[in-house]
């Protein structure tokens, strides 16, 4: 490269390769920190993210598991796809329209992890019922708010409704991943310059379309969150909810703003990188920032049992750790028997009991047949087993209880 092309705008609307990126900021200490730091911010994203994989991995049940890891993706995805443009600029397109599909299929998943709190049908249909439908919701509807009527929630209309919000998450993860692919094939032959607003650019245009599409899809997202906001309440979806809208919004209206910003001066050329090479630049540090912080409020609220498993699951894992932490020579007795606590105390007021009734026959030997079990948990009836022998209110002063 030539140094005079260090002093103009030689990289505008004819993006560089990676060599030719790093001659040109070679020696500013600036742009190298800020490339470095982006790196770092970047690997300390996927780490995290690989960390809360395992985690639900381990502790989330199947279908759960695999929404909980589609929505944690977001993050490093987006992260990484930002990267891979900050080095590779000529490959900037391409790597968004692949953030982009990832995060339409996404969205599914989180609408289909909020219906999956319900369990059933008709769990859903009992916590619904009554509940009223605002259809004036943000962003697309909340200035027709005093005008839409708001639905009851019967029977009768709720899996209609369902459906519908479905479909408004499941045309965003249709057609933005085919606007970008037509963009992706227009780039290729020249035709598309990220970042170039005029009228007879298809930028604008598809960044419009983009916009309605994802509007369409957030309306349908918070519609079902005011729906299912109290009746889920107890599986942290407010949290979640946010997190995810968050990430949605940014990811595309940023790049409409940045794009505004150039073609208004506030974003100019500053050798060597024209306005558009450093809006596109200041486009994806943004992503990356914005990725880590919203990857550790998302790590906050998947990376956890609590809301993300059902209560009465929960007790049940507690209880079984109870046994375990209780027995630790036999497990087939633990399983057979339970706790042995609550057997020997049931014992002990059941022996009480008969003492103090007087109208027991004294002198007679009731044994009480305890089984064991095997290593499967299976109770054996033709082995051996413990004989608790209770014998009522004996005149010797030595009374006791023979195992």
Not at 16 to 41: D, E, H, M, R, W
Not at 271 to 298: H, Q, W
Request: aromatic share 10%.
């Amino acid at each position: 490269m030539a140094d005079g092309d260090a002093n103009n705008c030689s990289f505008d609307f004819e993006d560089p390769t990676t060599s030719q990126l790093l001659q040109a900021i070679n020696g500013n200490y600036a742009s190298t920190t800020t490339l470095v730091a982006a790196t770092i911010l970047s690997i300390i994203t996927f780490i995290v993210f690989i960390e809360g994989e395992i985690f639900v991995c381990r502790k989330i049940a199947s279908r759960r598991k695999v929404q909980l890891s589609f929505i944690m993706g977001i993050y490093p995805v987006f992260s990484a796809t930002s990267l891979i443009s900050l080095y590779v600029p000529r490959a900037s397109l391409v790597a968004r329209f692949t953030a982009q599909v990832y995060l339409s299929v996404s969205l599914l998943q989180f609408v289909m992890l909020i219906t999956g709190y319900f369990k059933t049908r008709d769990n859903m249909q009992r916590l619904l019922k009554g509940s009223i439908l605002p259809l004036g919701s943000p962003p697309l509807l909340i200035f027709a708010s005093c005008c839409l009527p708001k639905i009851p929630i019967t029977e009768e209309n709720l899996l209609k409704i369902v459906r519908t919000i479905k479909a408004a998450v499941l045309q965003v993860a249709v057609l933005k991943p085919i606007l970008w692919f037509v963009a992706t094939v227009l780039w290729t032959n020249g035709s598309y310059k990220p970042g170039k607003i005029g009228l007879h650019e298809p930028f604008i245009f598809f960044q419009v379309a983009s916009l309605l599409s994802t509007l369409m899809a957030l309306n349908g997202i918070i519609i079902l969150f005011r729906l299912c906001k109290e009746p889920l309440k107890k599986f942290k979806i407010t949290p979640k909810f946010f997190t995810v809208q968050l990430a949605l919004v940014l990811t595309t209206t940023q790049s409409i703003l940045i794009a505004i910003f150039i073609s208004a001066g506030v974003i100019t050329c500053r050798g060597p990188f024209g306005a558009r090479m450093r809006g596109s630049y200041i486009d994806n540090l943004l992503t990356v920032v914005e990725m880590f912080f919203f990857n550790i409020m998302a790590t906050i609220w998947y990376r956890r049992t609590e809301g993300n498993v059902d209560p009465e699951e929960q007790l049940q894992r507690r209880y079984y750790a109870q046994l375990s932490s209780t027995y630790k020579v036999d497990p087939a007795i633990q399983i057979a028997l339970g706790d042995e606590t609550d057997v020997m105390t049931s014992l002990t007021s059941e022996t009480s009991s008969r003492t103090l009734d007087s109208n027991s026959n004294e002198g007679i030997v009731k044994p009480l047949v305890i089984h064991s079990a095997d290593s499967n948990g299976k109770v054996n009836n033709n082995g051996s087993h413990y004989v608790v022998k209770i014998q009522d209110n004996q005149p010797e002063s030595n009374d006791s209880t023979d195992i």
